[in-house]
């Protein structure tokens, strides 16, 4: 089925806001409903939405996959309480690590992450609270990238024949779909959600596996977020749309304290775009990078190379996994 896109400019926030409440409540009726909640800005109206509609009736889960950034499961819990969201952080590394075992393929590490969210966690909280449908934000471009091949969204489902309910027992209601980021933004800043929040930079479904090129071990994550601290302090005061810390596969040669020593590369990327469809470089001060390669060469435990990403999308994608 073709999704009608509702663009930003012609979005009437509130009125969208009331009729997503409406058929959200209406979908479950008497029953339950679970969010996904990731901190970022499409599950967070999604979170609220389904609020407003269901009460009590909704529960939501924070699912600590140990691929986030630091401290991001207590600061999101702490900010929806103010909401009088409940938020329940569940704990889940062991089996996103044991499921991302040995995968190196984008693809494969993607399709791993997706089945161990639908078909192991979700499945499992979905039978402990007795709901029967699942919340999510889903948006119009997550959909377009994975149908044209570009890459798999971890929540885009119905859309490649997969049927939620046959194959997980539960169904996913999708209140954001029509829209893409600068148009759920809108509806977030509507919401009363906080600018921290509805300005907040996409992060990707699989989080920081998607920064990782090769296997996503833990120390490799730790890693990963490591410089993505670092990067998202040092440029705090950037307008971009996106940037990202890249940890590579591949060994380096460098020098530390006079003697050859092999270690690791890490990318920067800094995007410009209104949607993420089409993207351009942003242009770092020399200073800023200059900055930005001394602590992660000094911070980050063997890096020893600092590179920046300056290729438009297309051809570049704005993640590299």
Not at 35 to 51: Q, R, Y
Not at 99 to 127: N, S, W
Request: glycine share 6%; charged share 25%; net charge positive.
């Amino acid at each position: 089925m073709a999704i009608t896109e509702l663009q930003a400019g012609a979005l009437n926030a509130r009125q969208f806001i009331q009729d997503q409440v409406r058929q959200i409540a209406q979908t479950v009726g008497d029953g339950i409903a679970i969010t996904a909640l990731s901190g970022g800005v499409d599950s967070s109206v999604c979170t609220l939405l389904a609020h407003q509609a269901l009460g009590d009736r909704l529960k939501t889960y924070f699912v600590e996959n140990g691929l986030m950034r630091q401290d991001e499961p207590q600061r999101v819990a702490e900010l929806f309480a103010r909401f009088g969201v409940n938020v329940e952080i569940v704990p889940a590394q062991k089996e996103f690590f044991r499921a991302l075992k040995g995968l190196t393929d984008p693809e494969q590490k993607r399709e791993a992450i997706t089945q161990t969210f639908y078909a192991k966690v979700f499945r499992r909280l979905v039978k402990q609270s007795g709901a029967r449908f699942l919340v999510q934000g889903t948006i119009l471009t997550d959909v377009e990238e994975t149908v044209a091949g570009i890459k798999r969204q971890h929540n885009v489902l119905e859309q490649l024949g997969i049927d939620p309910r046959r194959a997980y027992g539960y169904a996913v209601l999708e209140p954001v779909i029509q829209l893409r980021k600068d148009g759920v933004r809108k509806v977030a800043k509507a919401l009363g959600l906080p600018k921290s929040l509805y300005a907040r930079m996409p992060f990707p479904g699989p989080a920081l596996a998607a920064r990782v090129v090769g296997e996503a071990t833990p120390e490799r994550i730790e890693l990963v977020r490591k410089a993505t601290a670092i990067l998202e302090t040092e440029m705090r005061n950037v307008k971009a749309f996106q940037y990202m810390a890249i940890l590579h596969e591949d060994r380096f040669p460098g020098m530390r304290e006079g003697k050859r020593d092999y270690g690791l590369q890490i990318e920067i990327r800094c995007w410009d775009s209104v949607d993420a469809r089409v993207a351009t470089p942003v242009w770092l001060a020399p200073h800023l990078l200059k900055k930005l390669a001394r602590r992660m060469t000094e911070e980050v435990p063997g890096v020893v190379s600092v590179t920046c990403n300056i290729a438009p999308k297309p051809p570049s994608t704005m993640e590299a996994v």
